[in-house]
Nanobody
Framework: QVQLVESGGGLVQPGGSLRLSCTASGSIFNIYYMGWYRQAPGKQTDLVASIIGTTSTSYADSVKGRFTISRDNAKNTVYLQMNNLKFEDTAVYFC?????????WGQGTQVTVSS
C-alpha cells in the first residue's frame, strides 16, 4: 500500500506565505510525477503545479511567479512554497504522486487566505 501524508495548510492573511509538504510511504518506487491540485468551494479540482523528474516544472497561470514546486527524492516528498497568497488561493490542496504502478492522492489540506 501507498500512503501520502500532507501538511502545512492553515490560515494566512493576504500577502502571506505557506509551505505545503506531501510525503509518500509504502510500496512506491521510481516516482516520475508529483503534483499539487486544489479545489475551491463549489469548483472543480484544478492542477496548481507539477514536477516531472527533478527539473521539469509546470504551473497554472494564476500562480506563476508566486508558487514554487520542488521535490526531495530521498524523502519521497514534494513541496509547494506559496508566496504572496491571495483570497482566491483559498482551497483544499491535494498532492498527487505517480509511479509506474499508478497514481496516489493525499487526503487534502485546507489553505484559507483571509484578513
Amino acid at each position: 500500500q501507498v500512503q501520502l501524508v500532507e501538511s502545512g495548510g492553515g490560515l494566512v492573511q493576504p500577502g502571506g506565505s505557506l509551505r505545503l509538504s506531501c510525503t509518500a510511504s509504502g510500496s512506491i518506487f521510481n516516482i516520475y510525477y508529483m503534483g499539487w491540485y486544489r479545489q475551491a468551494p463549489g469548483k472543480q479540482t484544478d492542477l496548481v503545479a507539477s514536477i516531472i523528474g527533478t527539473t521539469s516544472t509546470s504551473y497554472a497561470d494564476s500562480v506563476k511567479g508566486r508558487f514554487t514546486i520542488s521535490r526531495d527524492n530521498a524523502k519521497n516528498t514534494v513541496y509547494l512554497q506559496m508566496n504572496n497568497l491571495k483570497f482566491e488561493d483559498t482551497a483544499v490542496y491535494f498532492c498527487n504522486i505517480r509511479d509506474r504502478a499508478g497514481g496516489y492522492w493525499g487526503q487534502g489540506t485546507q489553505v484559507t487566505v483571509s484578513s
